[in-house]
């Protein structure tokens, strides 16, 4: 039998559910206030990504993927930008990509540590694409949600509609963002690029309540990192994306 974490793959985390970490480095850390981080870099880096989002003019929400692999810093990334963006008046719509995953007795019908299973059987692209990228694009009735699984139960979710304002911003974050079937529907894509090692380093530090090191870093080089090499050689989001963040060091990113 899998174990708790197994259940939910792509983003590990705790029982907590505390995402990629409160903290830049997976840590339990309290979020700062919007903007200060007490890292002038790492400030900049957000400022750049908001003032990115605000160049934006289309006639419908403004839809930011924020892709990497797991452990990258991802959700904290997202998680900061939409404080940001929020802090100057925009309406932020916040989902990650994990709340559309397949239920689990069809992500690892190829195994527990498939890497091909974890890059094409873990996330319901369809349905992320119908009630949530499609209706706040071009054309869309802005009538969306957020989550279709509860990671708790493995059961499907139909929660109520809600309704996005023509200026809102969706800011996604996620592994796979930037794959053929989502990679049109973004207004701003950006990709967050850490060293491989790190972020196995990252996931034993965010696991270590749950889950050994051994077994953290048997899934991440049996499972995680290969399904990432999978997506980079058939995907190549590199060259899509509009900007890339390297995150080894969070407080002191390049981009």
Known sequence: MMSAIRDVPERPVPATKTGEGDGMDGSQTPAPAP??????????LIAHLADAVGSVAVPHPTRVAVDGPPAA????LADEL?????????YVIRATVDDFL????????????SAEGCYADTHDHGTLNRVLLDPLGPGGDRRFRCTVYDHATDTVLSP?????????VLVVDGVFLLRPELVDRWELRVLVSTAPDRTVDRAVVRERRVSSRADVERRWRERYLPAQRLYVATARPAEHADIIVHNDDPRRPIW
Do not use: H, I, M
């Not at 810093?73 to 904290?76: E, P, R």
């Not at 109520?160 to 809102?168: F, G, I, M, S, V």
């Open 82 to 90: 939409a404080a940001v963006l929020r802090a100057r008046g925009r």
């Open 160 to 168: 109520p509609l809600a309704t996005a304002p023509a200026d809102a």
């Open 73 to 76: 810093g991802k959700t904290t």
């Open 35 to 44: 903007g200060q981080s007490n890292y002038p870099r790492r400030d900049r």
């Open 102 to 113: 397949f239920p689990r007795e069809r992500r690892y019908r190829r195994g527990e540590f």
